[in-house]
């Protein structure tokens, strides 16, 4: 666990989730391809491709003929608040508050009282070239203060919150009107007027670590979804043989709708297996021929059987945490698993000592939407959704079963070398 609570502390924004999987996939002597250049994978049979810094495909040949590919896909953002252009609002000449905005379904009221600080990309103009810089002020730098329920006597009866108002992290006191702009400045050493552009959040400084009187449990910012996205980043090193190409999907916006080049519902999948397929001298029909014999494993948390809200759940599909990974249905098709999907999976975990049980959600909540249904109108192969059973999804801080990694993390690796 302490290499996933690494990864998990030092991956505040999907730019850095991205980064940090890169960094590993390198060290495994994974190639790093452009979609600016052609591809040569004969003699890199493992490579990756990234997508505006914040999505990545990385693939593994088999040793043989592949007879098609095998798909794990996550996704690398979560619900956040993004820092607005010109970020500082000054107040009464007193303090200066930062201007945000939501990204994402998020449980405003986690966010309150609590340390925060900010990481993203910044793009700088150096030397007349435009260059990335990651950001991450590793420090506690601003908090979202509650109002004394002397003020609102009415708080514990119910609260809408308005993030134009009440979600306005402080930052400092009035005295500087650039101050934002040459702290972020300051930490990747350029200039203010150099940095042209910026995806910068707001991120919550609790670090990833063990709860629970026996450590049974995990909390972390962040568990969806990058719990499944470290899965399948140990899944694709981790896995040896196999007679499919590997494929993992970390894609970006899941928490928005996808519909972005980065995303799940944009050409990026599709576009990196066929120059795979292209890349070995395959035709059109040979690429077809592949994915008429591939599966894909679409991997985003679910919702635990809460002890507190018990009628929220379905009645008799609903997991709990450390109970295994979780089969994700929904009659509205929502989750793509099907009949044969999901017996492919339980055919796996069984033959794998991986225990499963069944999510779906109360008949009289909507459910939301994952990965699976997206990324097929683009690849039409059989998927499966899955996910690890967590408490407080969309929260500043996420709770999930310390057991249930590994589960997920040997069920990537079995189903990459099946």
Known sequence: MEKFFRFMNGSPTAFHTIANIAEELDEDCFTRFSEKESWQLFSARKGYVVRNDSALIAFAMPLKQ????KIFSAHSDSPCFRIKENPQMPFEGKYVRLNCEKYGGMILSSWLDRPLSIAGRVIVNNEGELETKLVNVDKDVAIIPNVAIHMNSDINKGYEY????DMLPLLCECGNDNAFDEMI???????????LGSDLFLYPRQKAGFVGMNDEFVISPRLDDLACA??????????EGGDYIKVLAVFDNEEVGSSTKQGADSTFLEDTLYRIAESLSFSRTDYLKLLADSFMVSADNAHAAHPAMASKADPVNKPYMNGGVVIKFNGNQRYATDAYSAAYLRKLCNENDIATQNYANNSDIPGGSTLGNISTAHVSVPTVDIGLAQLAMHSAVETMGAR???????LCTKFFEA
């Open 66 to 69: 592949p007879k098609g590919f």
């Open 162 to 165: 308005k993030a134009q108002n």
């Open 185 to 195: 400045a300051n930490e990747v050493g350029c200039k203010t007027e150099e940095i």
């Open 230 to 239: 470290y899965s399948g980043m140990r899944g694709i090193i981790d896995a």
């Open 404 to 410: 249930d990694l590994s589960q997920m993390v040997k």
